[in-house]
């Protein structure tokens, strides 16, 4: 499932790429792996990521919240964590 999540987060225009946390702690084990910047638990799902300067954050952060709505059914907290500037 966090590999669909980080699917559907990056379908998202605006998203630059996922942030795992200021210490990396900000993921999903699996086996042999993690999956950052989605951190799925029983009762949440977090999504921290990073935004292009160029996009309205609440905009791009509510449209995340959407898509990984639709693939879950915990409750979804979405942080956006830096901007970045547009490719010039």
Do not use: C, K, Q, W
């Not at 590999?3 to 225009?13: E, F, G, M, Q």
């Not at 995340?64 to 879950?72: I, Q």
């Amino acid at each position: 499932m966090a590999d669909r999540v980080v699917a559907a987060v990056l379908a998202v225009p605006g998203v630059v790429r996922l942030h795992a946390g200021a210490f990396g702690e900000v993921a999903t084990y699996l086996p042999g792996r993690a999956v950052t910047g989605v951190r799925l638990r029983p009762d949440e799902a977090e999504v921290h990521l990073v935004v292009s300067a160029g996009r309205p954050i609440p905009e791009v952060a509510g449209n995340v919240h959407e898509a990984v709505r639709a693939l879950v059914s915990e409750p979804v907290h979405v942080f956006v964590e830096d901007v970045e500037p547009s490719p010039t």
